[in-house]
Protein backbone atom coordinates (compact mmCIF):
# COMPACT_ATOMS: atom_id res chain seq x y z
CA UNK A 1 0.00 0.00 0.00
CA UNK A 2 2.51 2.07 0.58
CA UNK A 3 4.44 1.50 -2.22
CA UNK A 4 1.38 2.82 -4.00
CA UNK A 5 0.86 5.76 -2.43
CA UNK A 6 4.46 7.08 -3.45
CA UNK A 7 3.94 6.27 -6.65
CA UNK A 8 0.63 7.96 -6.72
CA UNK A 9 2.30 10.85 -5.05
CA UNK A 10 5.41 10.90 -7.60
CA UNK A 11 2.85 10.94 -10.37
CA UNK A 12 1.06 13.58 -8.60
CA UNK A 13 3.75 15.88 -8.21
CA UNK A 14 4.96 15.02 -11.75
CA UNK A 15 2.01 16.07 -13.25
CA UNK A 16 1.58 18.89 -11.35
CA UNK A 17 5.78 20.07 -12.68
CA UNK A 18 4.62 19.34 -15.76
CA UNK A 19 1.68 21.37 -15.88
CA UNK A 20 3.55 24.23 -14.31
CA UNK A 21 6.06 24.56 -17.29
CA UNK A 22 3.11 24.13 -19.83
CA UNK A 23 1.33 27.43 -17.39
CA UNK A 24 -1.65 25.82 -16.51
CA UNK A 25 -0.55 25.75 -12.95
CA UNK A 26 0.29 29.30 -11.35
CA UNK A 27 1.85 29.95 -7.95
CA UNK A 28 1.53 33.33 -6.33
CA UNK A 29 -1.38 36.06 -6.58
CA UNK A 30 -0.38 38.62 -8.95
CA UNK A 31 -2.60 42.25 -8.71
CA UNK A 32 -2.92 45.43 -9.14
CA UNK A 33 -1.34 47.65 -6.69
CA UNK A 34 -3.65 50.36 -6.97
CA UNK A 35 -5.40 52.25 -9.98
CA UNK A 36 -3.69 55.65 -9.70
CA UNK A 37 -5.34 57.55 -12.33
CA UNK A 38 -8.46 56.44 -12.42
CA UNK A 39 -8.25 58.27 -16.51
CA UNK A 40 -5.88 56.34 -18.36
CA UNK A 41 -3.11 54.89 -16.39
CA UNK A 42 -0.46 56.78 -14.04
CA UNK A 43 2.32 54.84 -15.81
CA UNK A 44 4.82 54.38 -13.28
CA UNK A 45 8.34 55.04 -14.07
CA UNK A 46 11.87 54.35 -12.20
CA UNK A 47 10.96 52.12 -9.67
CA UNK A 48 13.13 51.78 -6.58
CA UNK A 49 12.75 50.17 -3.38
CA UNK A 50 14.05 52.21 -0.57
CA UNK A 51 13.22 51.62 3.34
CA UNK A 52 11.14 48.75 2.73
CA UNK A 53 9.03 50.45 0.49
CA UNK A 54 9.29 50.80 -3.47
CA UNK A 55 9.29 54.51 -4.77
CA UNK A 56 8.49 55.87 -8.22
CA UNK A 57 7.51 58.29 -10.18
CA UNK A 58 3.79 58.53 -11.37
CA UNK A 59 1.19 60.43 -13.40
CA UNK A 60 -2.53 61.94 -12.17
CA UNK A 61 -4.34 64.64 -13.84
CA UNK A 62 -4.30 67.35 -11.20
CA UNK A 63 -0.75 66.51 -10.22
CA UNK A 64 1.01 65.27 -13.57
CA UNK A 65 4.19 62.74 -12.92
CA UNK A 66 5.31 63.23 -9.22
CA UNK A 67 7.43 61.50 -6.44
CA UNK A 68 4.94 58.25 -5.33
CA UNK A 69 5.77 55.25 -2.78
CA UNK A 70 3.67 52.26 -1.94
CA UNK A 71 3.87 49.37 0.80
CA UNK A 72 2.29 46.89 -1.55
CA UNK A 73 -1.21 47.73 -0.41
CA UNK A 74 -3.85 50.24 -1.88
CA UNK A 75 -4.26 52.24 1.14
CA UNK A 76 -0.19 52.44 1.35
CA UNK A 77 0.16 53.34 -2.01
CA UNK A 78 0.49 57.49 -2.06
CA UNK A 79 1.80 60.85 -3.15
CA UNK A 80 5.13 61.84 -1.64
CA UNK A 81 5.26 64.96 -2.65
CA UNK A 82 3.64 67.38 -5.05
CA UNK A 83 7.13 68.89 -6.02
CA UNK A 84 5.80 70.84 -9.09
CA UNK A 85 2.43 72.14 -7.60
CA UNK A 86 -0.65 71.73 -9.62
CA UNK A 87 -0.64 69.81 -12.98
CA UNK A 88 2.50 70.60 -14.24
CA UNK A 89 5.02 67.53 -13.65
CA UNK A 90 8.29 67.73 -11.69
CA UNK A 91 9.03 64.48 -13.67
CA UNK A 92 11.32 62.50 -10.99
CA UNK A 93 14.31 60.42 -12.77
CA UNK A 94 17.07 58.39 -11.53
CA UNK A 95 15.90 57.35 -8.36
CA UNK A 96 19.37 56.19 -6.55
CA UNK A 97 19.87 54.86 -2.57
CA UNK A 98 22.59 56.12 -0.92
CA UNK A 99 23.83 56.28 2.57
CA UNK A 100 20.00 55.72 4.24
CA UNK A 101 19.07 58.74 1.73
CA UNK A 102 16.80 58.61 -2.16
CA UNK A 103 18.26 61.05 -4.60
CA UNK A 104 16.97 61.96 -7.54
CA UNK A 105 16.22 64.54 -9.75
CA UNK A 106 13.35 66.59 -10.79
CA UNK A 107 12.00 69.79 -12.51
CA UNK A 108 11.97 72.95 -9.68
CA UNK A 109 9.17 75.10 -11.40
CA UNK A 110 12.20 78.25 -11.45
CA UNK A 111 15.63 76.04 -10.97
CA UNK A 112 14.36 73.83 -13.61
CA UNK A 113 16.25 70.33 -13.47
CA UNK A 114 17.96 69.83 -10.10
CA UNK A 115 18.97 67.16 -6.99
CA UNK A 116 16.78 66.17 -4.94
CA UNK A 117 16.73 64.21 -1.85
CA UNK A 118 14.08 62.61 0.55
CA UNK A 119 13.68 60.12 3.39
CA UNK A 120 10.26 59.30 2.45
CA UNK A 121 8.14 62.17 4.14
CA UNK A 122 7.05 65.23 2.42
CA UNK A 123 8.99 67.18 5.25
CA UNK A 124 12.25 65.10 4.38
CA UNK A 125 11.75 65.80 0.23
CA UNK A 126 14.11 68.87 -0.80
CA UNK A 127 15.75 70.19 -3.33
CA UNK A 128 19.94 70.86 -3.11
CA UNK A 129 20.77 73.52 -5.03
CA UNK A 130 22.52 76.75 -3.66
CA UNK A 131 23.98 79.86 -5.68
CA UNK A 132 26.95 79.42 -4.84
CA UNK A 133 27.45 75.75 -6.10
CA UNK A 134 25.23 76.49 -9.38
CA UNK A 135 24.44 73.87 -11.63
CA UNK A 136 21.50 72.14 -13.94
CA UNK A 137 20.54 68.94 -15.80
CA UNK A 138 22.37 66.10 -13.35
CA UNK A 139 22.52 63.26 -14.68
CA UNK A 140 24.80 59.60 -14.27
CA UNK A 141 23.85 59.57 -10.98
CA UNK A 142 25.68 56.48 -9.10
CA UNK A 143 26.21 55.23 -5.27
CA UNK A 144 30.01 55.05 -4.81
CA UNK A 145 30.32 54.22 -1.03
CA UNK A 146 28.36 56.64 1.37
CA UNK A 147 28.65 59.29 -1.70
CA UNK A 148 26.46 60.19 -4.78
CA UNK A 149 28.50 61.21 -7.87
CA UNK A 150 26.67 62.76 -10.84
CA UNK A 151 27.39 64.57 -14.32
CA UNK A 152 25.78 68.43 -13.83
CA UNK A 153 26.42 71.76 -16.34
CA UNK A 154 28.13 74.90 -14.60
CA UNK A 155 27.11 77.79 -16.21
CA UNK A 156 30.65 78.85 -16.61
CA UNK A 157 32.16 75.38 -16.17
CA UNK A 158 30.50 73.15 -18.70
CA UNK A 159 29.40 69.63 -17.56
CA UNK A 160 31.95 67.91 -14.89
CA UNK A 161 31.88 65.82 -12.17
CA UNK A 162 29.96 66.63 -8.95
CA UNK A 163 29.02 64.99 -5.44
CA UNK A 164 26.61 65.07 -2.91
CA UNK A 165 26.60 63.53 0.82
CA UNK A 166 22.66 65.08 0.82
CA UNK A 167 23.07 68.48 2.71
CA UNK A 168 23.17 71.58 0.14
CA UNK A 169 26.66 72.49 1.43
CA UNK A 170 27.82 69.30 0.77
CA UNK A 171 26.95 69.13 -3.00
CA UNK A 172 29.52 70.47 -5.03
CA UNK A 173 31.84 70.30 -7.86
CA UNK A 174 34.46 67.69 -8.02
CA UNK A 175 36.79 68.74 -10.28
CA UNK A 176 36.77 71.25 -13.30
CA UNK A 177 38.47 68.50 -15.57
CA UNK A 178 38.09 70.48 -18.85
CA UNK A 179 38.68 74.19 -18.73
CA UNK A 180 37.42 74.95 -22.41
CA UNK A 181 34.17 73.62 -22.05
CA UNK A 182 32.95 70.80 -19.94
CA UNK A 183 34.55 67.26 -19.86
CA UNK A 184 30.95 65.41 -20.20
CA UNK A 185 31.66 62.70 -17.69
CA UNK A 186 29.29 59.58 -17.93
CA UNK A 187 28.86 56.29 -17.41
CA UNK A 188 29.88 56.63 -13.48
CA UNK A 189 30.61 53.63 -11.83
CA UNK A 190 31.60 52.30 -8.41
CA UNK A 191 34.52 50.33 -8.49
CA UNK A 192 37.22 49.63 -5.65
CA UNK A 193 35.77 52.63 -3.56
CA UNK A 194 36.08 55.58 -6.00
CA UNK A 195 34.25 56.82 -9.19
CA UNK A 196 35.48 55.58 -12.22
CA UNK A 197 34.16 57.28 -15.46
CA UNK A 198 34.66 58.54 -19.15
CA UNK A 199 35.67 62.23 -19.56
CA UNK A 200 37.39 64.42 -22.01
CA UNK A 201 40.34 66.74 -21.98
CA UNK A 202 42.38 68.85 -23.81
CA UNK A 203 45.53 66.69 -23.59
CA UNK A 204 43.92 63.05 -24.06
CA UNK A 205 40.87 63.33 -25.57
CA UNK A 206 37.78 61.14 -23.85
CA UNK A 207 39.59 58.28 -22.18
CA UNK A 208 39.18 56.93 -18.92
CA UNK A 209 39.25 58.49 -15.34
CA UNK A 210 39.02 58.07 -11.63
CA UNK A 211 37.80 60.11 -8.21
CA UNK A 212 37.61 59.57 -5.01
CA UNK A 213 35.88 62.56 -4.49
CA UNK A 214 38.38 65.42 -4.34
CA UNK A 215 40.60 67.69 -6.92
CA UNK A 216 44.13 65.99 -6.60
CA UNK A 217 42.45 62.70 -6.15
CA UNK A 218 40.22 63.09 -9.63
CA UNK A 219 43.06 61.79 -12.09
CA UNK A 220 43.27 60.43 -15.73
CA UNK A 221 43.39 55.91 -15.26
CA UNK A 222 45.32 55.73 -18.69
CA UNK A 223 45.58 57.44 -22.69
CA UNK A 224 44.55 54.48 -24.48
CA UNK A 225 44.47 56.40 -27.75
CA UNK A 226 47.80 59.25 -27.68
CA UNK A 227 46.18 62.02 -29.73
CA UNK A 228 42.57 60.65 -30.19
CA UNK A 229 39.82 59.19 -28.16
CA UNK A 230 39.29 55.72 -26.91
CA UNK A 231 35.60 56.26 -26.18
CA UNK A 232 35.23 54.01 -22.87
CA UNK A 233 31.97 52.92 -22.65
CA UNK A 234 29.73 49.76 -20.80
CA UNK A 235 31.80 50.30 -17.07
CA UNK A 236 30.90 46.84 -15.26
CA UNK A 237 32.64 44.98 -12.61
CA UNK A 238 33.38 41.18 -12.24
CA UNK A 239 36.11 39.39 -10.47
CA UNK A 240 37.76 42.59 -8.51
CA UNK A 241 38.54 44.12 -12.20
CA UNK A 242 36.72 46.67 -13.80
CA UNK A 243 35.74 46.05 -17.40
CA UNK A 244 34.75 48.41 -20.51
CA UNK A 245 34.39 48.98 -24.36
CA UNK A 246 36.88 50.80 -25.72
CA UNK A 247 37.56 51.98 -29.45
CA UNK A 248 41.51 53.32 -29.57
CA UNK A 249 42.59 53.47 -33.16
CA UNK A 250 45.01 50.45 -33.59
CA UNK A 251 42.06 48.21 -32.31
CA UNK A 252 38.84 48.76 -32.86
CA UNK A 253 35.84 48.10 -30.69
CA UNK A 254 37.14 45.35 -28.53
CA UNK A 255 36.98 44.78 -24.74
CA UNK A 256 39.19 46.41 -22.21
CA UNK A 257 40.19 45.58 -18.36
CA UNK A 258 41.28 47.78 -15.67
CA UNK A 259 42.47 47.55 -11.99
CA UNK A 260 42.77 51.37 -11.51
CA UNK A 261 46.35 51.70 -12.44
CA UNK A 262 47.68 52.61 -15.89
CA UNK A 263 49.37 49.21 -16.22
CA UNK A 264 46.84 47.26 -15.65
CA UNK A 265 44.93 48.28 -17.93
CA UNK A 266 44.72 47.05 -20.85
CA UNK A 267 43.22 44.64 -24.02
CA UNK A 268 41.92 41.55 -23.18
CA UNK A 269 41.43 40.22 -26.24
CA UNK A 270 41.67 41.51 -29.79
CA UNK A 271 38.77 39.24 -30.24
CA UNK A 272 38.78 41.02 -34.30
CA UNK A 273 42.56 41.14 -35.23
CA UNK A 274 43.80 44.49 -36.46
CA UNK A 275 41.19 47.59 -36.19
CA UNK A 276 38.32 45.63 -37.13
CA UNK A 277 35.02 45.69 -34.43
CA UNK A 278 34.22 42.75 -32.46
CA UNK A 279 31.94 45.17 -30.58
CA UNK A 280 31.60 43.74 -26.67
CA UNK A 281 28.40 44.52 -25.19
CA UNK A 282 29.10 43.94 -21.83
CA UNK A 283 26.39 41.61 -20.07
CA UNK A 284 27.00 40.99 -16.13
CA UNK A 285 29.20 38.93 -14.02
CA UNK A 286 28.94 35.14 -13.15
CA UNK A 287 31.49 33.18 -10.71
CA UNK A 288 34.07 35.51 -11.04
CA UNK A 289 34.11 36.29 -14.87
CA UNK A 290 32.57 39.16 -16.84
CA UNK A 291 29.93 37.38 -19.78
CA UNK A 292 29.66 39.90 -23.13
CA UNK A 293 28.73 39.26 -26.78
CA UNK A 294 30.89 39.82 -29.30
CA UNK A 295 31.11 39.56 -33.30
CA UNK A 296 33.40 36.99 -35.31
CA UNK A 297 32.96 36.64 -38.90
CA UNK A 298 32.54 33.37 -38.83
CA UNK A 299 29.82 32.98 -36.42
CA UNK A 300 28.13 36.60 -35.81
CA UNK A 301 27.35 37.63 -32.48
CA UNK A 302 27.65 35.51 -29.74
CA UNK A 303 28.12 35.03 -25.60
CA UNK A 304 31.56 35.39 -24.74
CA UNK A 305 33.56 35.45 -21.33
CA UNK A 306 36.61 36.82 -19.80
CA UNK A 307 39.02 36.61 -16.42
CA UNK A 308 40.83 39.57 -17.31
CA UNK A 309 43.11 37.39 -19.48
CA UNK A 310 43.68 37.06 -23.62
CA UNK A 311 43.74 33.32 -22.71
CA UNK A 312 40.39 33.35 -20.28
CA UNK A 313 38.88 35.81 -22.64
CA UNK A 314 37.10 33.41 -25.73
CA UNK A 315 33.84 32.45 -26.49
CA UNK A 316 31.50 30.18 -24.59
CA UNK A 317 28.97 28.94 -27.26
CA UNK A 318 27.78 29.28 -30.65
CA UNK A 319 24.01 29.77 -29.37
CA UNK A 320 23.35 29.89 -33.09
CA UNK A 321 25.15 27.77 -35.44
CA UNK A 322 27.02 29.57 -38.16
CA UNK A 323 27.27 32.62 -39.50
CA UNK A 324 24.13 34.26 -38.07
CA UNK A 325 24.02 36.01 -34.67
CA UNK A 326 21.95 34.41 -31.34
CA UNK A 327 22.91 38.08 -30.13
CA UNK A 328 22.87 37.38 -26.50
CA UNK A 329 20.72 40.67 -24.39
CA UNK A 330 19.74 40.80 -20.94
CA UNK A 331 21.50 39.10 -17.76
CA UNK A 332 20.11 38.18 -14.53
CA UNK A 333 22.13 35.03 -12.38
CA UNK A 334 20.50 32.82 -10.34
CA UNK A 335 21.73 29.19 -9.16
CA UNK A 336 24.64 29.17 -10.56
CA UNK A 337 23.88 30.38 -13.80
CA UNK A 338 23.18 33.35 -15.77
CA UNK A 339 20.27 33.85 -18.32
CA UNK A 340 19.74 35.97 -20.69
CA UNK A 341 18.08 36.07 -23.94
CA UNK A 342 18.79 35.29 -27.71
CA UNK A 343 17.70 34.93 -31.20
CA UNK A 344 16.58 31.74 -32.24
CA UNK A 345 17.52 29.89 -35.83
CA UNK A 346 14.44 29.42 -36.60
CA UNK A 347 13.02 32.89 -36.08
CA UNK A 348 11.92 34.16 -33.12
CA UNK A 349 13.37 34.52 -29.72
CA UNK A 350 14.38 32.33 -26.47
CA UNK A 351 15.39 32.22 -23.13
CA UNK A 352 18.65 30.52 -22.20
CA UNK A 353 20.88 29.78 -19.42
CA UNK A 354 24.84 29.24 -18.98
CA UNK A 355 27.18 27.81 -16.18
CA UNK A 356 29.90 28.73 -18.42
CA UNK A 357 30.70 25.93 -19.90
CA UNK A 358 29.41 25.07 -23.45
CA UNK A 359 27.59 21.61 -22.88
CA UNK A 360 26.22 24.05 -19.92
CA UNK A 361 24.41 26.68 -22.34
CA UNK A 362 21.38 25.73 -23.25
CA UNK A 363 17.97 27.04 -23.79
CA UNK A 364 15.30 27.26 -21.05
CA UNK A 365 12.52 27.89 -23.32
CA UNK A 366 11.65 29.13 -27.17
CA UNK A 367 9.31 31.82 -26.29
CA UNK A 368 8.00 32.65 -30.00
CA UNK A 369 8.72 32.04 -33.53
CA UNK A 370 7.84 35.33 -34.67
CA UNK A 371 10.33 38.49 -34.51
CA UNK A 372 9.40 40.41 -30.89
CA UNK A 373 9.43 36.88 -28.59
CA UNK A 374 11.34 38.50 -25.56
CA UNK A 375 12.05 41.61 -23.98
CA UNK A 376 15.30 41.43 -22.22
CA UNK A 377 15.24 44.80 -20.78
CA UNK A 378 12.82 43.55 -18.25
CA UNK A 379 14.46 40.80 -16.52
CA UNK A 380 14.53 40.24 -11.78
CA UNK A 381 15.22 37.29 -10.56
CA UNK A 382 12.89 36.71 -6.53
CA UNK A 383 13.76 33.55 -4.65
CA UNK A 384 14.68 31.03 -7.18
CA UNK A 385 12.43 32.25 -9.72
CA UNK A 386 13.51 34.23 -12.77
CA UNK A 387 10.48 36.71 -14.07
CA UNK A 388 10.68 38.08 -17.41
CA UNK A 389 8.40 39.63 -20.25
CA UNK A 390 7.61 37.62 -23.53
CA UNK A 391 5.16 37.76 -26.43
CA UNK A 392 3.75 34.74 -27.53
CA UNK A 393 2.31 36.71 -29.75
CA UNK A 394 1.27 39.33 -26.99
CA UNK A 395 3.35 39.99 -24.57
CA UNK A 396 2.70 39.22 -20.67
CA UNK A 397 4.44 38.42 -17.60
CA UNK A 398 6.70 35.39 -17.89
CA UNK A 399 8.82 32.98 -15.13
CA UNK A 400 11.20 30.39 -14.83
CA UNK A 401 12.76 28.04 -12.12
CA UNK A 402 15.30 27.37 -14.32
CA UNK A 403 13.63 24.37 -16.52
CA UNK A 404 11.12 25.65 -19.14
CA UNK A 405 8.75 28.75 -18.54
CA UNK A 406 5.34 29.89 -18.44
CA UNK A 407 3.04 33.06 -18.44
CA UNK A 408 2.14 33.96 -14.55
CA UNK A 409 -0.53 35.79 -15.78
CA UNK A 410 -2.66 36.88 -18.87
CA UNK A 411 -3.36 40.24 -17.26
CA UNK A 412 -4.60 41.94 -20.97
CA UNK A 413 -6.95 38.89 -21.75
CA UNK A 414 -6.96 38.08 -25.24
CA UNK A 415 -4.79 38.78 -27.98
CA UNK A 416 -4.04 42.23 -26.22
CA UNK A 417 -0.69 42.55 -24.70
CA UNK A 418 -0.25 43.95 -21.14
CA UNK A 419 3.47 44.61 -22.01
CA UNK A 420 4.95 44.62 -18.25
CA UNK A 421 8.78 46.60 -17.91
CA UNK A 422 10.28 47.93 -14.86
CA UNK A 423 10.69 44.44 -13.28
CA UNK A 424 11.72 45.40 -9.51
CA UNK A 425 12.35 42.87 -6.41
CA UNK A 426 11.80 43.94 -3.04
CA UNK A 427 11.99 41.09 -0.61
CA UNK A 428 9.92 37.97 -1.59
CA UNK A 429 7.88 40.56 -4.11
CA UNK A 430 8.01 41.88 -7.76
CA UNK A 431 6.48 44.90 -8.91
CA UNK A 432 5.80 46.47 -12.18
CA UNK A 433 4.64 47.93 -14.38
CA UNK A 434 1.07 46.54 -16.60
CA UNK A 435 -1.76 48.02 -18.96
CA UNK A 436 -4.59 45.48 -18.11
CA UNK A 437 -6.19 47.34 -21.21
CA UNK A 438 -8.94 48.75 -18.22
CA UNK A 439 -6.85 51.00 -16.37
CA UNK A 440 -4.02 51.71 -18.51
CA UNK A 441 -0.03 51.56 -16.97
CA UNK A 442 -0.64 50.90 -13.27
CA UNK A 443 1.80 49.40 -10.57
CA UNK A 444 1.12 45.56 -10.59
CA UNK A 445 2.26 43.30 -7.62
CA UNK A 446 3.39 39.47 -7.52
CA UNK A 447 3.67 37.83 -4.16
CA UNK A 448 4.16 33.88 -3.17
Known amino acids: MMNRRSSMAAAALALVSMLAVAGIVQAGTTRMVRDIDTTGGS ?46 SSSPQELTVVDGKLFFTAVHPVRGRKLHVTDGTTAGTRMLWRAAADYSDPTWLTKVGKTLFFAAEHPRKGVELWKSDGTKAGTKLVRDNDTVGGSWPARITAYTGKAY ?22 KLVKDLDKGSHSWPWQLTTAGGLLYFRAEPAWSGQELFRSDGTAKGTRITRNIQSG ?14 ELYFSAITPGKGRE ?24 SPDGWVTMGGHG ?31 GDEGYDSHWMARVGK ?7 TPDRELWRTRGTGAWRVMDINPGSAESQPTWLTRLGDRLYFVADDGKHGGELWMWKP
Open 197 to 218: FRAGHPDTGTELWKSDGTWKGT
Open 43 to 88: WPLWLTPYKGQLFFSARTPSKGFELWRSNGTKSGTRLVKDIQTGAV
Open 303 to 326: LWKSDGTKAGTRLVRDVRSGTGSS
Open 275 to 288: AADSAPSLLGALKG
Open 339 to 369: YFATLLAAGGDGLHRTDGTWKGTRVVRAIDT
Open 385 to 391: SVFFAAA
